[in-house]
């Protein structure tokens, strides 16, 4: 086969390796599909610059990518070189031989300056790296802008302003790529298992401590409740004393009466 190409080991599926970027993972539209569980649906690309080829794990999996047995995010490939992407083996040939050292790794650019609401945007562009599942990709504007409740307009403006400071270069899987350089450099860095481990068991515990605070609490309402002094129920007022006539009142008028006549 002329020129460089990627051999599969399980298989023995041999492909041609693109003019600009050869995608390798599970799924279906990639150019070459691995179908072991342990890949991701779009897992690394292979990228040729002239007579060199390199190979760019994109950071989306916890299984990564290894070059002779050594994870790597970002790797220039030598004629021969044993590539594992998550369990699945693959070998590279056809690549022009020259006299470097054995392990040459291309420097990463110095990060660029990033306003508030573009870091805003790259975290939650990459927010499904720092989940749980081993298969994932970068969230889409849609759920970007659900995530920062902003419009889908403005996400998309964030990302072209974040595709050129980070010549991302036009074509398929730019936010994939936009994604990859980010966690490459750094920006946004997914949490080891121990450590997402020990957050998710933290968070047990203190939800633990708040409901047993909650029910002492409440036991202590409640005794203090029962041992408390009853009231005696207040007693209705007597019923309002009605004055009983004057004997002889009537008596009295009727002399006062009679007395006044006679003047």
Known sequence: MDGPYIRVEDSGLMMPLRED????????????????????????????????????????????TRVNGRLVARRVLEDGDVLSF????????????EE???????????????????????????????SDEAFVAPATAREIAADLVVTEAAVKQHLLRLYQKFRIPEGANRRVRLANEVVALGLVRPLPPTEKAGLA???????????????????????????????????????????????????????????????
């Open 21 to 64: 970027v050869t995608t390798i993972g599970r799924g279906r539209s990639v150019d070459v599909q691995l179908s072991d569980p342990s890949v991701s649906r779009l897992h690394a690309e292979i990228v040729r610059r002239g007579p060199y080829a390199y190979v760019t794990d994109l950071g989306l999996s916890r299984n990564g």
């Open 86 to 97: 998550g369990a699945a083996r693959c070998r590279v040939f056809g690549i022009a031989v």
């Open 100 to 130: 470097l050292a054995a392990e040459v790794e291309l420097r990463r650019p110095a990060a660029p300056e990033l306003t508030r609401r573009e870091l805003d945007v790259v975290t939650s562009l990459c927010r499904p790296a720092l």
């Open 201 to 263: 068991q933290a968070e047990r515990a203190g939800e633990e401590g708040r409901a047993r605070r909650e029910g002492r609490e409440e036991q202590g309402g409640r005794a203090a409740w029962a041992g408390a002094p009853s009231v005696p129920a207040p007693s209705p007022p007597p019923p309002p004393e009605v004055a009983a006539p004057a004997q002889g009142g009537r008596s009295s008028r009727a002399g006062g009466v009679a007395a006044a006549a006679p003047g």
